[in-house]
C-alpha cells in the first residue's frame, strides 16, 4: 500500500471525520467489550475485512483482518460466550476482564481513527476506550455478583445472554449510526442500574 498523507486527509476530511465520528465509533466499540472482550473485536475484524458499514482500520492493525486473528477471536468469542453462561466460571472471566477488557478497548477504538497519526491514534485509543470498557465490566460485575447472591448463580446465565444481546447491538448502531452512541450508552447505563436494581430487589424480598 501506498504511503499517506495523513496529515492531508485529516485536513482535507475535517474535526467530525477524523475524530468525532472515531471517537464515537470507538466509544460504542469499547462499551461493548466491556461486556464482552471478543466478539466486538470479531465484528471489527469481520467488518473492515469485507468492506462493511465503512469501517476501516489504521495500518498497524491490518494483521486484524488477517483470516488467523479471524479464526482466533471467533474461537475465544464462542468461548467466551459459552463460559459466561457457567457460574463461577463468569465470575472468573469478570475478573480477568479488569485488565483484557480496557486493553481490548484501546485497542478496538484506536484502531479505527485511522486518519490521523499511529501515536495520536494510539493515545485516542487509550482515553475513549480502556475507561469505558473499564466502567462497563465494572457494573457488569455489580449485576453478577448480586445476581449470584439472590439465585445462587441459576440467574446468571439469563444475565449473561442479556449482556450478549446489549454488547451485539451495542456495536451494531456504532457501526451503522455512530453519531446515536451517546444515547446508546446513556441507554446501556440505565439497563444495567435497572437489572442490578431489580436484582438487588429479589435478594431483599428472600426470607432471611
Known amino acids: 500500500m501506498p504511503d499517506l498523507d495523513l496529515s492531508s ?5 475535517g474535526p467530525m471525520q477524523t475524530w468525532v465520528l472515531p471517537a464515537l465509533l470507538g466509544l460504542g466499540l469499547a462499551s461493548a ?9 470479531l465484528m471489527l475484524a469481520l467488518s473492515a475485512k469485507f468492506e462493511m458499514f465503512g469501517v476501516r482500520l489504521i495500518d498497524q492493525m ?6 488467523p486473528a479471524i479464526a482466533a477471536l471467533a474461537t475465544a468469542t464462542v468461548a467466551e460466550f459459552a463460559g459466561d453462561k457457567v457460574p463461577a466460571i463468569d465470575h472468573g472471566l469478570n475478573a480477568i476482564g479488569y485488565v483484557t477488557r480496557p486493553i481490548a478497548g484501546a485497542v478496538a477504538a484506536g484502531s479505527v481513527f485511522w486518519n490521523v497519526d499511529p501515536s495520536a491514534a494510539a493515545i485516542a485509543g487509550l482515553i475513549v476506550g480502556a475507561p ?19 439465585t445462587g448463580g441459576l440467574g446468571n446465565p439469563l444475565v449473561s445472554l442479556v449482556e450478549d444481546v446489549l454488547a451485539f447491538l451495542t456495536v451494531i448502531v456504532a457501526f451503522l449510526a455512530p453519531i446515536l452512541i451517546p444515547i446508546v450508552v446513556i441507554a446501556l447505563i ?17 426470607p432471611a
Open 9 to 13: 486527509i485529516s485536513a482535507a476530511a
Open 33 to 41: 467489550t466491556g461486556l464482552r472482550t471478543f466478539l466486538p473485536l
Open 62 to 67: 491490518d494483521w486484524l483482518v488477517s483470516w
Open 132 to 150: 469505558a470498557a473499564l466502567a462497563f465490566n465494572a457494573a457488569q460485575t455489580g449485576v453478577r455478583v448480586g445476581s449470584t447472591a439472590t
Open 190 to 206: 440505565v439497563v444495567i442500574y435497572r437489572l442490578a436494581r431489580r436484582v438487588r430487589a429479589w435478594r431483599e424480598a428472600q
